[in-house]
């Protein structure tokens, strides 16, 4: 995932302070080389044109290119660029289940996508792979010299959305994610994903309140650590475009997220995975 770091912006010779803004890493080459140890791949960056769920509608390559934006190797033909997309979604819709599982992870490798779809869905991000609006912001990396291509995430400011998330909801409206929770060994590397994500953001903390030290999540830890670096500034910030109380109140919701999300996903996952739990 790319970095990001909060910045206070100013403009001009006076240097007017206009507020405080996030700053967040290219989808590049340079991230790609940092990231995965390799860019002269094929980046693709996603456009939600219209609600897709990586069904396939016997597109021809035209209509790829609307939606999967090439970042390198942009001169190539378009047979060149999108025929290898045209096949994962081939690929991902094969009605033979058998064949579908044997050739699928030649294009992705699934314990990467059973992670990547887990932290989407534990941070209830709605925005997403299994978006309520169908998928949406991702970029697409194909391995040079390969058919195995890699998601990235981009844009996730709609996480956090719902509290009551449960880890197989709204995996019924994209194909690719029905087809991980139908499966049963896709599923059981799905699940395992989460039960990873879920003990990350539960591992014990400690934060500070009042000037002293109390146990939290580290979820809450992360998310007081950003607040006590940006709160000053928000406050000065002239052209916030919503009240401080606004975003005191917003901070609480996302506290109260990080200490109850844990024991919603325990709920769900006992009924779904009760062996995963006990681990």
Not at 31 to 50: A, I, K, P, S
Not at 85 to 96: G, R, W
Not at 152 to 177: C, E, K, S, V, Y
């Amino acid at each position: 995932a790319p970095r990001e770091a909060y910045v206070r912006l100013y403009v001009g010779p006076d240097r007017t302070f206009i507020g405080v803004y996030a700053v967040v890493e290219a989808i590049d080459k340079a991230f790609l080389m940092r990231t995965l140890q390799e860019n002269d791949g094929h980046l693709y960056q996603y456009n939600n044109v219209d609600p897709y769920h990586f069904e396939d509608r016997d597109q021809d390559l035209r209509w790829f290119a609307d939606r999967f934006e090439p970042k390198t190797h942009e001169n190539e033909s378009s047979w060149s660029l999108y025929t290898p997309i045209k096949e994962l979604v081939q690929t991902v819709n094969l009605q033979d289940d058998s064949r579908m599982q044997d050739e699928l992870p030649e294009y992705l490798n699934l314990p990467q996508v059973a992670t990547f779809l887990a932290v989407q869905n534990v941070l209830s991000q709605k925005d997403g792979l299994a978006g309520a609006f169908g998928m949406a912001n991702f970029y697409l990396y194909r391995y040079q010299t390969k058919r195995l291509f890699q998601f990235i995430p981009w844009d996730q400011d709609l996480a956090f959305d719902d509290l009551g998330l449960g880890p197989a909801d709204r995996l019924d409206t994209n194909i690719l994610t029905a087809r991980i929770w139908n499966t049963p060994a896709f599923r059981e590397l799905y699940l395992i994903a989460v039960a990873r994500t879920q003990q990350v953001l539960d591992e014990p903390a400690e934060c500070q309140s009042a000037g002293e030290a109390q146990r939290c999540t580290w979820l809450e830890r992360q998310i007081n650590a950003a607040y006590d670096q940006i709160r000053e500034s928000v406050y000065a910030d002239p052209t916030m475009p919503y009240q401080v109380d606004t975003f005191e109140q917003s901070v609480e919701f996302l506290r109260t997220f990080a200490r109850g999300r844990s024991v919603v996903l325990g709920s769900f996952m006992e009924q779904l995975a009760p062996a995963l739990t006990r681990r």
